[in-house]
């Protein structure tokens, strides 16, 4: 029931990155579930992981590993390697190892990424007999082929491409990303890979993704619950025949932070609009904080709140939870009075209460359509946050309730 989702757009190669697709059959027989992704030698490679403590065993050899000699990315699905202990961790030490060994790099060259189910030991044998044929798969054209590869509880796969051209020379950024379902990601989203052929010094490329991550994938949430598997890679290979950027600033530099940010905010808003049973997209946008983050506690109170997300599902204006979320999001000294909420275009409620010219009717048109904004004006300052999130349908439950049988 993706809203507004349809067929992935074009995406562009990427020089000096290439992936490749195979079937480990670790939920079921012929799935395509093991990417592997080679990055071209002297790449550059940022990453951000999830905040969760019971982070995966994958999240934490890839998080001491990031800073290396980063050559190769090991994704398998259908299996978490979270809740697993120093054996989980000691498997995905030994499915990076036999990539290594297949690829003739070294073992700390290859970072590995895991999701699916929590808490069950990582199918090894069956990830390790697939790691010839992904190899043997890796071709530069093999986006959209990954893209569907990393998908669990994905309806659609996910991806965006951006081109420019700087002194003559174009530059691509490509990304995808998957997640439906866990997601209030705490640094980035279930998982994402970003590649660019722009030359980036590490340092500059990191706070690139960080800036990025924050205003996208750190933007969405569709049910408030913060994965132990999160990851986002941002991979420059430096192919493009341009100088290094070595800080955060100048032409070349401007131009690549707006496609980065615009792949990013496609694939995190996509992640959305295939929300687990999602039927509406919805935007809550929170104007006049005194600070940014009292627009984000409000932001997310309402993208949270059961009830406003089944009023939502629903397509019933009921602006009364609305009002009780933003009342209850911890904002110190809220003086109501100042308060504006807008379905839409519609002022539902002003000063508090309900909006003088506010009709039973307006609000309902407004709560029929797939795509809806949730505006608050707190009228205390200067400072505005926008956060994506969807409905939560029969669907939702449904889905979650036998996601293990």
Not at 32 to 46: L, P, Y
Not at 204 to 209: A, E, F, R
Request: aromatic share 6%.
């Amino acid at each position: 029931m993706a809203v507004g989702l349809g067929p992935l757009s074009t995406l562009y190669p990427v020089p000096g990155f290439d992936l490749g697709i195979a079937s480990a059959g670790i939920k079921r027989p012929g799935r395509k579930d093991v990417v592997v992704m080679r990055c071209a030698e002297g790449s550059s490679v940022a990453g951000v992981f999830t905040l969760n403590a019971f982070c995966a065993a994958p999240v934490i050899l890839a998080r001491k590993r990031v800073l290396g000699n980063v050559r190769y990315l090991l994704t398998n699905t259908g299996n978490a390697n979270a809740g697993t202990g120093e054996s989980g961790l000691q498997d995905a030490v030994r499915t990076c190892a036999s990539l290594a060994q297949l690829a003739g790099v070294d073992e700390s060259a290859v970072l590995p990424f895991s999701t699916g189910v929590i808490g069950e030991p990582l199918p090894v044998e069956k990830i390790e007999g697939a790691l010839q044929a992904a190899l043997d798969d890796l071709a530069a054209d093999n986006w959209a082929a990954a893209a569907t590869g990393i998908m669990t509880t994905d309806t659609l796969p996910k991806g965006a491409s951006r081109q420019f051209v700087h002194d003559g020379v174009t530059v691509t950024v490509t990304g995808i990303s998957k997640g439906a379902g866990m997601i209030r990601p705490n640094m980035a989203t279930m998982l994402g890979y970003i590649a660019t052929d722009a030359k980036v010094s590490q340092s500059v490329l990191q706070d690139l993704l960080r800036d990025a991550a924050n205003k996208s994938f750190n933007r969405i949430t569709i049910d408030g619950d913060t994965s132990t598997n999160d990851c986002c890679m941002l991979i420059a290979t430096g192919q493009a025949p341009l100088e290094e950027i070595t800080q955060a600033g100048g032409a070349l530099f401007a131009a690549l932070k707006q496609a980065v940010f615009e792949v990013c905010m496609e694939v995190a808003q996509a992640i959305v609009r295939d929300g687990e049973g999602a039927t509406k997209f919805v935007t809550v946008q929170v104007n006049g904080g005194a600070t940014y983050q009292e627009c984000l506690d409000v932001g997310y109170a309402v993208a949270h709140s059961p009830l406003i997300k089944t009023a939502l599902f629903a397509s019933d204006p009921n602006w009364g939870r609305i009002l009780a979320a933003v009342g209850r999001a911890g904002v110190a000294q809220l003086d109501v009075g100042l308060i504006d909420v807008f379905l839409g275009d519609v002022c539902i409620a002003s000063r508090g209460c309900r909006a003088a010219s506010y009709t039973e009717e307006q609000g309902a048109a407004v709560m029929a359509k797939e795509e809806i904004s949730i505006r608050i004006e707190l009228g205390r300052g200067t400072c505005s946050e926008t956060i994506w999130t969807t409905d939560l349908s029969h669907e939702y439950v449904k889905i979650n309730a036998e996601y293990r049988t």
